[in-house]
């Protein structure tokens, strides 16, 4: 019997290399167990005031701009692929960022005791030689609060993509990668203390930037002038409530994989197309007073919403999203 299998096998692969020259991966399959019992367990900042965002309820607050004028009134999940990478995804009302509405701060999602958010996660596996599958945890909030330097706020914008990807070989959980701001930090897998077996990580309130430790973390100035904080605040399970999904590196395409809660149901609907946008999912920069803009020293009140999962290097080889001088880290401190 496994001999047959075996030989039906080599068939299917001789025959997949007849056609085309190049074999593509299309996976179809749900996200593997261990991705999710291995997925880190991340606490929010106990005073978080920008809590998860469902990027569908996203979507219906924004409209498409390039340079400040609309090129379409609306965006679906069916046409967002076909906009430029020039199209910042604009909140509506414009002085949305003003008046802070409800699906800005998303208090709606704040985790229950049990972990779950009402906005799903993005989770994409990736395949990769060597028996690796990088899964990314993308974490989506529809605002970030950049920080509060001597009571003066700088770098709020619409839009806050950030994620954790953990480098499994061969279904064993080998590394994690933590986003935060423009760069992250790298570590061994085992490092990292756990909840369940799983990595425990730690959400910068505002930034949303990820870490391994609770306390304040360094940002740009040295504390107490800014830093980032963290701590044991709500608990968020991201498998609980996420949209699943595989990159192909070769072929730069997506494949839906299944979610669990709500994303599961949404993404049965919506396609994969989503992904592809390159556009920015928030406000661009607004020119000085407009919605109380300033800048001091360049760094402004508000800056430019941010590019989507498909601009994190998705594809890397190093574990770190900025693959030169990636260091591994061992320990904590
Ligand atoms: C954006 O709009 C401003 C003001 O209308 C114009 O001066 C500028 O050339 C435009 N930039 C682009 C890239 O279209
Ligand atoms: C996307 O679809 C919506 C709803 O049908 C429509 O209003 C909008 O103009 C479309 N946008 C693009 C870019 O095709
Ligand atoms: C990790 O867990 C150990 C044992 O519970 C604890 O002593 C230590 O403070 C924790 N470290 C961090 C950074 O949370
Ligand atoms: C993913 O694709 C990019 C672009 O073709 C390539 O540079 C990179 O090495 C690939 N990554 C892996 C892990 O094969
Ligand atoms: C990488 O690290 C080396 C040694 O510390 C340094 O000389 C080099 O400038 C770094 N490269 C980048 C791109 O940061």
Redo the contacts with the bound molecule.
Sequence with gaps: MGAMIAVLFGLLYAFSFAGAGTVHLVKRDPIPDFVLEKAPLSHLWSQESWWPSDVAVHLTHVEPQVNFTAVTTAVTFENISTLPSSVFLTAVPSDAVLTQPSWLTSADNTPEANGVSGAPATIICVEKPGGIIDAFYFYFYSFNAGGTVLGIEFDNHVGDWEHSMVRFVNGIPEFIYLSAHTGGTAYTYDTL?TTNGRATTYIAGGTHANYA??GPHFHDLPPPLLADQTDNGALWDVTANFRGYWFDNTTQTFHGAGGAGVGATEQANEGVGWLMFEGMWGDQQYPLLVNDQYCIFDQCHFTDGPTGPIAKNLGRNAVCQRETNCTVLTS?S
């Design positions: 203390n430790t609770p904590l």
